[in-house]
């Protein structure tokens, strides 16, 4: 099992920054890939950016050139750093792991609000 808890949300203005953080704990030494996703009021959660074990980085397009994703190993955490901040972006962001081979084990966080005022 893998137990995953986020901080960083909170209330900001269009074109600010936050740095959300997912630590993790527990069975991490299959761990494939990590990420966050986000879900807004009355839409589908969907992937914000995701950094496999290999290194290999994926971003949603509407988040390119403005949120970074990174991790480290040492503190077994994995940050999303976002800049640009506008009211598109408001959703509850939720951190992923997934381990085996095929991701087939799925762990979340409990999630935490990103509200971004025009």
């Known amino acids: 099992q893998v137990q995953l808890v986020e901080s960083g949300g909170g209330l900001v203005q269009a074109g600010g920054s936050l740095r959300l953080s997912c630590a993790a704990s527990?069975?991490?030494?299959?761990?494939?890939?990590m990420g966050w996703y986000r879900q807004a009021p009355g839409k589908q959660r969907e992937l914000v950016a995701s950094?496999?074990?290999?290194?290999?980085?994926n971003y949603a397009d509407s988040v390119k050139g403005r949120f970074t994703i990174s991790r480290d190993n040492a503190k077994n955490t994995v940050t999303l750093q976002m800049n640009g901040l506008n009211p598109e972006d408001t959703a509850v962001y939720y951190c992923?792991?997934?381990?085996?081979?095929?991701?087939?084990?799925?762990?979340w966080g409990k999630g935490t609000q990103v509200t971004v005022s025009s």
């Open positions: 992923h792991y997934c381990s085996g081979s095929g991701c087939w084990n799925h762990y």
């Open positions: 950094l496999s074990s290999g290194g290999r980085l």
């Open positions: 527990g069975s991490l030494f299959s761990i494939n890939a």
